[in-house]
């Protein structure tokens, strides 16, 4: 089976750009929760959503939003970046909303 | 603030000893622990998990030990490999936080053969 995948791998925006970060579940999963990887830092979350419904919210500005589609698939989107948006993106599925599987992640870098 | 296992510290240790990696969580709400390990370029790999109710839980060459009198955990690798080597982070999930992992800025493991 399939683990969690993400797209792109990488991506370079400029300074006041915005972006869209995508998220595939695990078959079977209902929950996709985003995370922001800073070099040398652990994850940070960012977003939980269940069934399609947000369940959760990190301290984040109010730049950053997601959506999970009907096929639990899922977006993040940023708008306004900032240098300091450069990172590590990670999503992770779950089917109870405790064991997180995690992606690759999406490198994202801005200019 | 949030925060579980602050710091980054580095061990290293010798291809076929025991690992002991320690994290120091800092809510007692936490009912739900998480080890994973990232290597280089990629995603937190999920190694095991323990529940506040336990105190121990094995796996494959892994144990998770949890003391939740002072919050603690640790993870102890059998036989390290140098497949081994790559960052160890601690997870904690406070349930009534909608599933939300908080972790720390990890351990680096380094396994020299």
């Known amino acids: 089976d399939a683990g969690v995948t993400q797209s792109p791998t990488h991506l370079i925006k400029t300074r006041g750009q915005h972006v869209t970060l995508r998220c595939s579940p695990i078959?079977?999963?209902?929950?996709v929760s985003w995370y922001q990887q800073v070099l040398g830092q652990g994850p940070q979350f960012i977003f939980q959503y269940y069934e399609k419904e947000e369940r959760g919210r990190g301290n984040f500005p109010d730049r950053f939003s997601a959506r999970q589609f009907p096929n639990y698939s899922s977006e993040l989107n940023v708008n306004a970046l900032l240098l300091g948006d450069s990172a590590l993106y990670l999503c992770?599925?779950?089917?109870?909303?405790?064991?997180?599987?995690f992606g690759p992640g999406t490198r994202l870098t801005v200019t | 603030g949030e925060s579980v296992g602050l710091h980054l510290p580095t061990l290293s240790v010798q291809e076929g000893d025991n690992s002991i990696i320690n994290c120091a969580y800092s809510?007692?709400?936490?009912?739900?622990f998480i080890w994973y390990k990232q290597e280089s370029g990629k995603g937190p790999q999920f190694i095991i998990d323990i529940r506040s109710n336990m105190d121990k839980r094995q796996g494959q060459r892994v144990t998770v030990l949890l003391n939740k009198t002072v919050k603690h955990l640790s993870l102890q690798i059998a036989a390290t490999q140098p497949g081994d080597s790559a960052v160890y982070f601690c997870a904690e999930n406070i349930n009534n936080q909608g599933g939300k992992l908080i972790f720390g800025q990890g351990t680096e493991l380094s396994v020299k053969p």
């Open positions: 809510n007692s709400a936490s009912d739900y």
């Open positions: 992770a599925s779950s089917s109870d909303g405790y064991e997180q599987y």
């Open positions: 078959s079977g999963h209902k929950s």
